[in-house]
Structure formats: C-alpha cells, structure tokens
C-alpha cells in the first residue's frame, strides 16, 4: 500500500493522493497505478501524439495495431462465449463483452481506405495469456482504456495530418460521444470480476502482460521497418 501511495505521489501530484489514500485501494486504482509504468512506455514509443507526426507514420501505426488486435479480437471472441470459471453452467459476465470486440473492422476500414492491403500484414503470435475470467478481464481493462487515450489522438490527427473518423481515422475514435459511459460500464464490470485478493491480483498482471505484449510487438515492428530502410537505403547507394 505504501508503495501505492508513493506511487501516486510521484505520478499524479497531491490532490490524487488524498483522495487515494482516503479511499481502500481497490482493483481499478491498482489497474491504473500498476500499468502506468507500461501506458507511458507504450505511449512514447508509438509518438503518436508529436507535431511531427506524418500520415505515413499513422499508417505504419494501424498496421502494428492491425497485427496485434486481429488475433487478440479473435482469441477474445471464442474465450468469451465460454461458460464462466465458476461451475457448470454458471452465467459468464463475459458474454456482454462481446458487442465490444469491434476494434480490428475499424481498423480494416482505416487501412483500406489509406490504401493499405491488410490481408498479407503480419500477425502477432505473442498473445497474453487468456484462460481464466480475470486474465480476459485484465486484458480487456487495456483495450477498452485505450479508447480514451484515442479522444485525444482523434482531434491531434485532425490537425495535424488532415485524418477524420470516416478518412481514416474510425479506430480511434471509439465510441465516441459514448467512450465515457463505455469506460463508466467497463469499470463496473472489473470490479465486480475482482471477486477475491487472488482474482484481483491475476487481473492487474493479466493488464501488464497486455501491455508488455503489445510493447514487445510495436518495439519488433519499428525494428523491422528501420533494418527495412536502411537496406533500401544500401540498395540504393548500391546502384
Ligand atoms: C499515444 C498514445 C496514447 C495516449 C496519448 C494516451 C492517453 C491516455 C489518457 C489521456 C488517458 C486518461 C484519460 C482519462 O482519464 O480521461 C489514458 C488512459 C488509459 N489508456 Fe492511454 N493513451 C495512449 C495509448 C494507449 C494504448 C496504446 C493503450 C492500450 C492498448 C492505452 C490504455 C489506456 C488505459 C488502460 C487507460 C485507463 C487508465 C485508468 O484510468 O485506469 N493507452 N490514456
């Protein structure tokens, strides 16, 4: 707890820390605190948000983001319309999880429509583990707040690289006017998922791998596209 506290301190400043300290910390304040070292790392490295920004760079972007949501989606669809980890014929919150796993047709449209061809893009194979109720939860906890972080990503690519929702830019846009009661919906539902200190716990781990996951994929894809260009750069001062 007390590394919690400090945690928040130094991350957000004395008016959260009262309020935290206040409060028993529950599953959504160690969600947030315990991936915030992973969020930044994830941030900085797709520099999404810099004046610099270029179409092309979006592009490579949705690409990583491509090869990483179409087979998380497709994982997550079959795991969620299982029955629940709690007995037979227990009923799964999971289920209404569903309408949610949208994210890779968005994406689709964004490249088709950008002139990307998605059908030969690789695909990630290093999924997060996604078994148990708590680590689809976890999982989920990082898709769905990626949606608020996209608001802002949304208005940045409308000024600086001329990309609306319907010109390219539909994946981050989410829902939109109704990301917040989205988010609002999705909380709930972590925190009455996070039934005991064990449950919570495989939650907050499950987020981390998620994000660790998704790192590890950018990271290789941006490595790829750099050896790409120098050796397009070689070929060239070759001939
Ligand atoms: C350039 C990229 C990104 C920016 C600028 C950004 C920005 C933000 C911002 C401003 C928030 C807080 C919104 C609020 O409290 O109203 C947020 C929350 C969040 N973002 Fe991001 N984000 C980015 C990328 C991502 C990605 C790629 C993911 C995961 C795939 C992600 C996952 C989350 C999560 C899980 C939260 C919720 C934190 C919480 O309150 O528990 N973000 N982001």
Not at 37 to 42: F, L, M
Not at 164 to 192: H, I
Request: proline share 4%; hydrophobic share 40%; aromatic share 6%.
């Amino acid at each position: 707890m007390a590394v919690l506290i400090l945690s928040a301190f130094l991350n957000q400043g004395a008016a959260p820390l009262i309020a935290q300290a206040a409060t028993p910390c529950s599953v959504l304040t160690r969600l947030r605190l315990e991936t915030r070292g992973e969020h930044d790392a994830v941030e900085r490295l797709l520099d999404l948000m810099g004046t610099g920004l270029t179409r092309e760079v979006y592009c490579r972007r949705l690409e990583q983001f491509y090869g990483f949501y179409r087979p998380l989606e497709a994982a997550l669809k079959i795991r969620c319309a299982l029955p629940g980890d709690h007995g037979v014929g227990a009923t799964s919150q999971l289920a209404t999880l569903l309408p949610r796993l949208k994210k890779t047709t968005r994406l689709q449209r964004d490249l088709h429509y950008l002139g990307v061809e998605t059908a030969d893009l690789p695909l990630c194979r290093n999924l997060p583990p996604l078994e148990t109720e708590a680590e689809v939860l976890g999982c989920l906890y990082v898709i769905e707040g990626a949606t608020l972080g996209g608001q802002m990503i949304t208005r940045h690519v409308r000024t600086n690289i001329d990309i609306t929702p319907t010109t390219g830019g539909s994946f981050f846009e989410g829902y939109a006017a109704d990301t917040g009661k989205m988010w609002q919906a999705m909380r709930q539902l972590l925190v009455s998922g996070a039934i005991d200190p064990q449950t919570e716990s495989a939650m907050v781990v499950s987020a981390i791998t998620t994000f660790a996951s998704l790192r590890g994929w950018c990271a290789l894809a941006n490595t790829c596209a750099k050896n790409l260009t120098e050796n397009h750069r070689e070929a060239d001062q070759r001939a």
